[in-house]
């Protein structure tokens, strides 16, 4: 009997301890970016994504108190893993739109971006009307898609998609298609480094600015909020601007 009290008297002890708390170890947060997007992101030589969004969410992170690991995600299913809760996060140059705000939640903007046209140096074109009866390279599932079906159909062949925007650039020096629409951190970053090609880029004033936003599922106020903080706080204290002038010494487009 007395071994019995004993071992009662334990787990009496034992019980009365509270249970660990659900944020007594620190949640990691799963991020989903498409790293073939330099200077934004894109993977070196060590399988690690680097550039300017992952400095962004990292900087973010560090700010709102969270840690965030990061995973190389093809843009073209980045929203099913975001909806089916393989990842938390994503970041990776997604242009905030009426559409998209159905099904994820942003946060405020980070980055301004635009859309630019890479074109070989003889080409005539001077527009993106000029591009009506041309073949036109763009990442599949980006507003560069969008834009390029809204001029030439939204069923036309001449709209070539590729996983990625380096894939539609060697369609475009290899003559597949006659240009490329995408984003200008995204065009220039690729023309200033591959001057080899003999591209040249043409805006356009018809191309409406765009805003980047960071995306949570759908409802998932409380993470958007920690996010937003410490997006508001790399704003304030100058961190957002020593990373964008890192990557984007000439955002000038031309």
Partial sequence: MALVCVALAACGKN?????????SAQTEYVV??????APFSSMNEQKEAVGYEIDIINAVADHAGIKVKIVNTPFDGIFNALNQGDRDILISSITITDLRKQTVDFTEPYFE???????????KVESFADLKNLKIGVQSATTGDELSQK????????VKRFESMPLAFQEL?????DAVVGDNGVVVNYTRNNGNKNFKIISDPSFPKEYYGIAVKKGNTELLAKLNKGL??????GTADKIYAKYFSDVSNK
């Fill in 173 to 177: 020096d290899g003559g597949g298609v």
């Fill in 113 to 123: 971006a635009n859309q630019l046209i890479a074109v070989p140096n003889d080409s």
């Fill in 32 to 37: 989903g970016t498409d790293a073939a997007y």
């Fill in 15 to 23: 019980g009365s301890k509270p249970a660990p708390s659900a944020n």
């Fill in 232 to 237: 508001a706080d790399i704003k304030a204290d």
């Fill in 151 to 158: 001029l030439v159909g939204k069923n036309s062949p001449n």
